[in-house]
């Protein structure tokens, strides 16, 4: 069994950052790839961004390209989303997934994650 906690989430200005993380535990972590999934008030859930095993690759939604950023430490089986210059439209649950193994699904897809954590909430004020 696997279980991811989110942690960071909080109030913070608009242009302001925070930093997630999301400690996993109960599986092979470094060979998993990670991600984080946001949820607004009204709105689907929806992709942030992913980060592979190794942390050599990462995608991230178009939204958040060029403020986010998403890494990993392996031996701490923790996975991290830096938000920088954040925007009131940031306001979210944000949601730690991991990547269904030996899958070969879009990383965009909620279907392509099977673990979730209980998700942390992020909001920007303005």
């Known amino acids: 069994q696997v279980q991811l906690v989110e942690s960071g989430g909080g109030l913070v200005q608009a242009g302001g950052s925070l930093r997630l993380s999301c400690a996993a535990s109960g599986g092979t972590f470094s060979s998993s790839v990670m991600g984080w999934f946001r949820q607004a008030p009204g709105k689907d859930r929806e992709f942030v961004a992913a980060?592979?095993?190794?942390?050599?690759?990462?995608n991230y939604a178009e939204s958040v390209k060029g403020r986010f950023t998403i890494s990993r430490d392996n031996a701490k089986n923790t996975v991290y989303l830096q938000m920088n210059s954040l925007k009131s439209e940031d306001t979210s649950v944000y949601y730690c997934?991991?990547?269904?193994?030996?899958?070969?699904?879009?990383?965009?897809?909620?279907?392509?994650?099977?673990?979730w954590g209980q998700g942390t909430q992020v909001t920007v004020s303005s």
């Open positions: 980060i592979s095993g190794r942390g050599d690759k990462t």
């Open positions: 997934v991991r990547y269904r193994e030996n899958y070969s699904g879009s990383l965009y897809l909620r279907e392509s994650y099977d673990y």
